[in-house]
C-alpha cells in the first residue's frame, strides 16, 4: 500500500509506493557516449585550465604528472567572476504597484567559483573505483578548499558529486564540483528557520532527537565512530543513504582530519555498497554545508538579522538514480519513493556485513 510520509523539518512529502518499481518499461536507455580521451587522466594536464590547487609530491612540478588529486576551474563554468552581490529580492510598494516591472527582469551577473576537483588520475569512474588513500586524499582536498572559499566573500558553497549519464554527469572519469555563491539558497534558509524554530519550541537540538531516534529504528545502517548511517524516513529517491556526524559540525572543512579519513571510509563503503545493490546506478552525492556569511549577499536584511546557523549539520547525502524523476515530481515538488527506507537500509546492512 503506498504512503504519504511528511519531513519533520522541512514538512515537505514523500510518496513511498513500492509496487511502482516493478511496473513495466519499453524506453530504451541511452547509449554511452563514446570514449575519447579523457581531459581528466594523468598526463594530458595541458587539456584543462591551469590547476587552482593540487595534491603532489613537492618534485612535482605544476600543472605536470605526479599528482593525486587535482583542481582545476571548471571551462565551462555556471558562475564566474570570485565574489559578488547575489539575486537580490524585488519588494516595496512599487513592486505592489507593478510586480512585472524592473528590476523583477533585471538579470545580474552569475558571480562565484566554479571549480573541478579530480579525485584520482586513474580512469575510474568514482568511489567505488578508488582505493581508500584515494578516497581519503580526496576528501583532504574537499575540505582544503571549502577552507579557501572562507575568506573570499562566499556566502555559500556547494560541493557535488555527479556519477553516470542519469545523475548529470558529463564525464566519466571520478571528479567533484565545487560551486562558491554569494547568496544562501531557499533551501538552506528554509532549513535554518525550521531548526531555529524547533530549538524556540522544544529547547533541544533537532539534528540530536534525530539521531537518538533514528538509532533505534530499521533505518540505521550502521553506527562507525563519531557517524550514523541512515535512510532517511521521508527518502526522495530509492535507496537514499545520509551519513551525519554525531556532533554539530556546520561543514567539513571544520571537522578534524581524524574525522575526514573516517569519513572518506564510510563514504567509499557505502557507494561500493550501492553498486552491489543496483549494479551500474548513477548517483549524486551532495556534501551539504552551512552558511559560510550568516549575512550572505541576496538574504534580505530581515531573514538574516534573525537567521540562527548554531545547530546546523553538515551531511553526506547519497541520492541514487535509479528511476527518473518525471512530471509528477516536477509539478508538485514531491518526490515518488519505489523503495521503501526500511527496506533499503536492510539491503545496505546486508552489504556492509560482507
Not at 232 to 258: C, G, H, M, N
Not at 317 to 331: D, K, M, N, T
Amino acid at each position: 500500500m503506498p504512503e504519504f510520509r511528511h519531513d519533520p523539518l522541512l514538512h515537505c512529502h514523500v510518496i513511498v509506493a513500492a509496487s511502482r518499481e516493478t511496473r513495466p518499461h519499453d524506453v530504451p536507455r541511452p547509449p554511452d557516449p563514446p570514449p575519447e580521451e579523457c581531459p581528466f587522466c594523468e598526463g594530458v594536464e595541458n587539456a584543462t585550465p591551469g590547476e587552482l590547487a593540487a595534491d603532489r609530491p613537492a618534485a612535482s612540478p605544476k600543472d605536470g604528472p605526479g599528482w593525486r588529486v587535482r583542481v582545476v576551474p571548471n571551462k565551462y563554468p555556471a558562475v564566474q567572476g570570485g565574489a559578488g552581490t547575489g539575486p537580490q529580492p524585488f519588494s516595496g510598494p512599487e513592486a505592489m504597484a507593478d510586480p512585472f516591472a524592473f528590476p523583477a527582469f533585471a538579470a545580474t551577473p552569475s558571480a562565484g567559483s566554479h571549480e573541478v576537483i579530480i579525485d584520482c588520475p586513474r580512469h575510474v569512474p568514482g568511489y567505488e573505483g578508488m582505493t581508500l588513500e584515494e578516497t581519503r586524499a580526496a576528501v583532504r582536498m574537499y575540505a582544503s578548499r571549502l577552507a579557501a572559499h572562507r575568506p573570499s566573500g562566499a556566502a555559500w558553497v556547494s560541493l557535488f558529486k555527479n556519477v553516470g549519464f542519469q545523475a548529470g554527469a558529463s564525464l566519466s572519469h571520478a571528479h567533484t564540483q565545487l560551486i562558491a555563491v554569494p547568496f544562501l539558497p531557499p533551501t538552506l534558509r528554509r532549513e535554518l528557520a525550521a531548526l531555529a524554530r524547533y530549538r524556540r519550541e522544544t529547547g533541544r537540538d533537532y539534528w540530536a532527537d534525530w539521531q537518538r531516534h533514528e538509532e533505534r529504528d530499521t533505518r540505521l545502517i550502521a553506527e562507525c565512530g563519531d557517524f550514523l548511517l541512515v535512510c532517511p524516513y521521508a527518502s526522495r529517491f530509492a535507496y537514499e543513504a545520509w551519513i551525519t556526524p554525531r556532533r554539530q559540525v556546520a561543514a567539513l572543512d571544520l571537522e578534524p582530519k581524524t574525522r575526514l579519513m573516517q569519513l572518506a571510509r564510510l563514504v567509499r563503503q557505502m557507494v561500493r555498497a550501492l553498486r552491489e545493490i543496483s549494479p551500474g546506478a548513477a548517483y549524486n552525492l551532495v556534501f551539504s554545508a552551512g552558511p559560510f556569511q550568516p549575512d550572505g549577499h541576496g538574504t534580505p536584511k530581515r531573514a538574516s538579522a534573525t537567521m540562527d546557523t548554531s545547530d546546523y549539520r553538515y551531511r553526506v547525502e547519497l541520492l541514487p538514480r535509479v528511476s527518473h524523476l518525471a512530471g509528477f515530481e516536477f509539478s508538485s515538488g514531491c518526490h515518488i519513493n519505489t523503495v521503501r527506507p526500511e527496506e533499503a537500509a536492510q539491503r545496505y546492512r546486508e552489504s556492509f556485513s560482507q
